[in-house]
């Protein structure tokens, strides 16, 4: 388990704001750019960028499955 992505949870921050250099952090850029290329979306290279665009797929997943 990843003990950042824990954290960055109970501290109400999103894991690039927390640990933007942890392997969680890099895991979930790896698969934000894996949606957005199959979604066809572009997105810049922003952790902001990254954290809002990771909020919407989880508002998605957690609505649609």
Not at 46 to 51: K, N, V
């Amino acid at each position: 388990t990843c003990s950042a992505l824990k954290e960055s949870a109970m501290k109400g921050k999103d894991i690039f704001r927390y640990a933007s250099k942890s392997n969680a952090a890099k895991d979930y850029a790896q698969l934000a750019e894996e949606i957005m290329k199959i979604t066809g979306e572009l997105m810049d290279s922003s952790r902001s960028s990254m954290a809002v665009c990771l909020d919407r797929m989880m508002s998605f997943l957690i609505n649609n499955f």
